[in-house]
């Protein structure tokens, strides 16, 4: 982590540099620096639990992130904000709560017996031979028929009927490749075990396309690159090269194809593999006629277009900079008032309750927001990311933004940790952290919708691993029968 720590820093430097240079409003480029310095404290650690790198992330979400795009865009970082002063104060001020509810979840975490059971199955190297391969292939044929069978989304409500219950399952996919990728960081010499791994790779490239999002793939390098640094694996050329490579590919052609073919409402599931293909091939499998049709369709949406962190560009970049939703709600925060409380608990309701007791839609907590504070056009379901303070904001104003996001990042974090234990030699925590990393960018209603279902879900697979894990020992080696772990020793 001293590698990191170091080029992080000199990077952060950089950048402050650089945007003094292209007049930086002060306020705000100092505010922007400080919640990106934060994610020094947790490169200091060593023995990173999942709390560690979610704090990481989320300094990179509110700082970091708008510092490097803003610099690439050659635009100073006040550029397009309406209120940016007051905009950097309630940032400020809203992750100063975050920075508390981490340090806080330190102070009051305990090590759960859950945790160390957990490392000590997926230690095993039996367990993993066992285990990875059939966890990853039903989850993808379960995500498969995700893509096939669930309903689809018109205007609020569901075009045609069907079942979405089989996203559920999804984190399956990243629990597979974490297990297989420990078997390599274990194992490196055993070329079957990298096989694997590529055939994986394949097959949630495939996954991507028919489902037509990034997110699929995105998780999936995270789940690998986060287990080989959790076990400690030298990067060496010929690991870096082919899947910087492929990333290079993906981002250039891939991601483009897929926003052009999302305007291709015919084109469903498994067809979509071969349209996106068809689009490269329509473009001359040249990235920049490519970039300037995805650009094109963004630049159709004119609000959102318009209200561009980055405009006139379209670099689709403003998920990561959370700046921008907390100026969207400041500007209209004295004209149309807070939301309230009620909303904080709509997302987390709809998840529990059937919908015979509380009727349900599509829009979440987010499209909420964006129509009342308007910068989304009302009843349009295009999910914004508004982020942890913008949403506090939007509920109880100033006192939400000094309360709400360290209460639910100390709760989160708390929980999380409970599962998860450190993540050196634990491709349990890492595959944790990676299915959690969109904790990130979620809202305060959506942050507990997640406990609702998805944290639900992994102490389901958890229960699943334990049983799994355990074997009967024969009475005649054992003073009793009850069961114990399959480990490092007994696996060879």
């Not at 945007?19 to 002060?26: D, T, Y």
């Not at 970091?64 to 865009?73: D, N, Q, Y």
């Not at 909303?343 to 015979?356: G, H, N, Q, V």
Request: with cysteine; hydrophobic share 50%; proline share 5%.
């Amino acid at each position: 982590m001293k590698v990191v720590y170091v080029i992080y820093s000199v990077s952060l430097a950089l950048l402050f540099f650089a945007q003094l240079m292209l007049g930086a409003n002060i306020p705000v480029l100092f505010s922007l620096v400080i919640v990106a310095a934060c994610a020094l404290i947790p490169l200091q650690m060593r023995g990173w639990r999942i709390s560690d790198g979610l704090y990481a992330v989320m300094c990179v979400y509110f700082g970091t992130a708008s510092l490097i795009v803003k610099t690439a865009a050659m635009q100073p970082v006040q550029s397009n904000l309406r209120m940016p002063e007051l905009s950097a104060g309630l940032l400020l001020a809203g992750f100063a709560s975050i920075s508390i509810g981490y340090l806080g979840s330190h102070l009051v975490r305990q090590p759960w017996r859950i945790e160390h059971d957990l490392h000590g199955i997926t230690a095993a190297p039996v367990n993993l031979a066992r285990l990875a391969l059939p966890t990853f292939t039903l989850g993808a044929v379960l995500y498969f028929l995700q893509t096939q069978m669930r309903p689809l989304a018109s205007n609020g409500g569901f075009e045609t009927s069907g079942f979405g219950g089989f996203g559920a399952f999804y984190p399956l996919l990243l629990l597979g490749a974490a297990m297989q990728t420990a078997l390599i960081a274990s194992h490196p010499g055993q070329l079957g075990h990298k096989a694997r791994l590529g055939l994986m790779t394949i097959v949630i490239v495939a996954l991507t396309l028919a489902d037509n999002t990034k997110r699929t793939l995105f998780d999936f390098v995270m789940v690998v690159g986060v287990t080989f640094l959790a076990f400690g694996v030298r990067p060496r050329l010929r690991w870096i090269v082919p899947p910087a490579a492929a990333a290079l590919i993906a981002i250039v052609y891939v991601v483009p194809a897929i926003h052009i073919v999302r305007m291709q409402p015919d084109v469903r599931s498994i067809s979509r593999i071969a349209a996106t293909f068809e689009v490269i091939r329509n473009a001359g499998f040249d990235p920049v006629e490519l970039s300037q049709r995805a650009d094109a369709i963004a630049a159709g949406y004119h609000l959102t277009y318009r209200d561009s962190y980055v405009y006139p560009l379209t670099w689709n970049t403003e998920r990561f900079t959370m700046i921008q939703p907390i100026d969207q709600v400041a500007r209209k925060l004295e004209e149309r008032g807070t939301m309230g409380g009620a909303d904080l608990w709509r997302d987390a309701a709809e998840t529990l309750l059937p919908s015979f007791l509380l009727t349900k839609t599509l829009a979440t907590a987010p499209d909420r927001i964006a129509w009342h504070y308007g910068f989304r056009a009302h009843g349009s379901i295009a999910r914004p990311v508004v982020g942890l303070i913008a949403s506090s904001l939007a509920a109880f104003g100033l006192a939400g933004v000094l309360l709400l996001p360290g209460v639910t990042v100390a709760f989160t974090f708390i929980m999380l940790d409970g599962i998860g234990g450190r993540m050196v030699s634990n491709c349990w925590a890492s595959f944790v952290f990676a299915s959690t990393t969109f904790l990130a960018e979620r809202e305060v209603s959506t942050m507990l919708s997640f406990f609702c279902r998805g944290y639900l879900f992994l102490l389901i697979v958890a229960g699943a691993l334990l049983l799994l894990g355990y074997r009967r020992v024969p009475r005649a080696s054992a003073p009793s029968s009850a069961p114990r772990l399959a480990t490092n020793a007994s696996a060879e």
